[in-house]
């Protein structure tokens, strides 16, 4: 089953009150929200919220500014994940998202890697015990993200793997990945089991899907037959009112739900 979760940030943004887009994520037929840093929002205001709509917060972001490219920042690293975990266990949300940061040229990349392995390792206990999820989430740095690390899925899988820990996963950004490498549909399905999260977006432009190149429908399908059971985030920039931008996916959803 296809469950589509709004990112607020970038979804209802028509909306100043940031936790009034959680009722209308809950009013345009969505089944989770998400969010980027929460630091900067009202944590209580989100959780009464989801509370009242009975969406879930589906997915936050570990504040590490330090990044994980170095063996040294692990205990950093797992410090931030620390307070990260406290911040979802208080709005219920069992999904945290990890960047891994830019690289400063010169750099070597196996000690960058295995400095990701390294921070993921140290936090993996706390997320475990917590029952909460990390998800290592690879950008490109094509359009969007220049000088961010882990750009490949197929590295990704291999630091989740390394890191050998249930608690690990990656977070496949379909829009990312598009640009990046392609082949969307037999790497999620050969590496599902892998996957905790995903993002959609389409290519050219990160707006909804449907209005570039990614064919979703076929996308989605595949996702769900291969048997995910978590979220996929909906992280684009509306090219029409969000609501009116969110209908042909969530006929989508519908008809590959039914």
Known sequence: MIKLSACIEML???????????????????????????SNKDLDAVASACQNTGLPLTAMIVEAPEGMLDHR????????????????????????????????????????HAGVVACLKTAAPLAEEAEVTLVLEPLNVL??????????????????????SSAVKLLYDIYDQQITEGNLIATITSHIKLI???????????????????????????????????????????????????????????????
């Open 73 to 112: 920042l692990a205990d950093q690293f797992a410090e931030a994940a620390k307070q990260a975990i406290a911040a979802a266990q208080s709005v219920g949300c069992s999904t945290l998202i990890c960047t891994t940061g830019n690289i400063e040229e010169p750099i070597n990349r196996n000690r960058a």
């Open 12 to 38: 209802f943004a028509e909306i100043d009150e940031f936790s009034q887009r959680i009722p209308a994520a809950a009013e345009a037929g969505l089944d989770g929200v998400e969010f980027w840093s929460y």
């Open 143 to 164: 359009v969007d993200h220049p000088g961010y690390f882990l750009t490949s899925s197929l590295e990704g899988f291999e630091i989740v793997e390394q890191v050998n």
């Open 196 to 258: 905790g999260h995903f993002h959609a977006a389409d290519v050219p432009g990160r707006h909804e899907p449907g209005t570039g190149e990614i064919n979703y429908a076929n996308v989605l399908a595949a996702i769900d037959e291969a048997g995910y059971e978590g979220f996929v985030g909906l992280e684009y920039a509306p090219t029409v009112d969000t609501a009116e931008s969110l209908q042909a996916l969530l006929a989508m959803r519908e008809e590959i739900n039914s």
